[in-house]
């Protein structure tokens, strides 16, 4: 390339015609010698693997959380801490398995030193939580057919859910609105059996105690 051309072959200077858009004039000079350039999208070389890492905590020393060890020791201006946090989403999750915890029948109970009254105290929940199931449809006063449970967990026939459905949205025990969320209550009769079989063990408690007790026996 000669010297006097480095910069590639120059243009006339302007004589000052508007001449159009189309016309314009470049004030770059451009290197014609220049190798061109590709334009667009280039394919990556499949030879390097290109990854990308985000630091989410650029104010905390890697060396002292990775290894607990400094070179600069007292005089790096960085965080010496080996503390991890959790996430957001990871907060998140484990409140909603918590939730679905109690609200699961079967849930795992957490080993305890006094594992007696953990019993007691999941006894106390569970029969609590069957108290509130009555044995019958609350709209027509019958045994559930096809029963369905609510967003705010009371139980229906769905034939009478979904009929009170389109007169009134809201739920027929509490007055909640369902948003129309009608699950299937598959687990009903096993939780009605258990029922029975508590009411049915708490009466023979009461006559062995010698207490009275109605003749009248739960359906």
């Known amino acids: 390339?000669?010297?006097?051309?480095?910069?590639?072959?120059?243009?006339?200077?302007?004589?000052?015609?508007y001449k159009g858009l189309a016309n314009?004039?470049?004030?770059?000079?451009?290197?014609?010698?220049?190798p061109s350039r590709t334009v667009g999208p280039i394919k990556a070389p499949t030879n390097i693997r290109t990854i990308?890492?985000?630091?989410?905590?650029?104010?905390?020393c890697k060396d002292y959380k990775q290894?607990?060890?400094?070179?600069?020791?007292?005089?790096?201006?960085?965080?010496?801490?080996?503390?991890?946090?959790?996430?957001?989403?990871?907060?998140?999750?484990?409140?909603?398995d918590v939730a679905k915890g109690k609200k699961n029948l079967?849930?795992?109970?957490?080993?305890?030193?006094?594992?007696?009254k953990v019993a007691d105290d999941d006894d106390d929940e569970e029969d609590a939580m069957l108290e509130n199931i009555p044995f019958a449809c609350i709209i027509c006063r019958?045994?559930?057919?096809?029963?369905?449970?609510?967003?705010c967990g009371h139980y229906f026939c769905e034939p009478c859910a979904?009929?009170?459905?389109?007169?009134?949205?809201?739920?027929?025990a509490c007055g909640s609105g369902t948003s129309?969320?009608?699950?299937?209550?598959?687990?009903?009769?096993?939780?009605?059996?258990?029922?029975?079989?508590?009411?049915a063990k708490k009466r023979q408690d009461a006559i062995d105690a010698g207490e009275e007790v109605s003749d009248e026996v739960e359906e």
């Open 1 to 17: 390339m000669s010297s006097t051309n480095l910069l590639g072959s120059t243009r006339a200077a302007p004589d000052g015609t």
């Open 24 to 34: 314009k004039t470049s004030f770059v000079q451009r290197n014609l010698d220049a």
């Open 52 to 60: 990308t890492v985000i630091d989410y905590t650029p104010d905390t």
């Open 67 to 96: 290894t607990g060890f400094c070179g600069f020791g007292d005089n790096c201006k960085f965080l010496h801490a080996r503390e991890d946090y959790k996430q957001g989403w990871q907060l998140d999750k484990e409140w909603e």
């Open 106 to 116: 079967g849930g795992t109970v957490v080993a305890d030193a006094n594992r007696s």
């Open 142 to 151: 019958e045994p559930y057919k096809s029963p369905v449970v609510t967003r």
């Open 162 to 172: 979904l009929k009170r459905y389109r007169k009134d949205p809201t739920c027929a």
């Open 180 to 199: 129309g969320v009608f699950n299937s209550a598959s687990r009903l009769k096993k939780l009605l059996d258990r029922k029975r079989a508590r009411a």
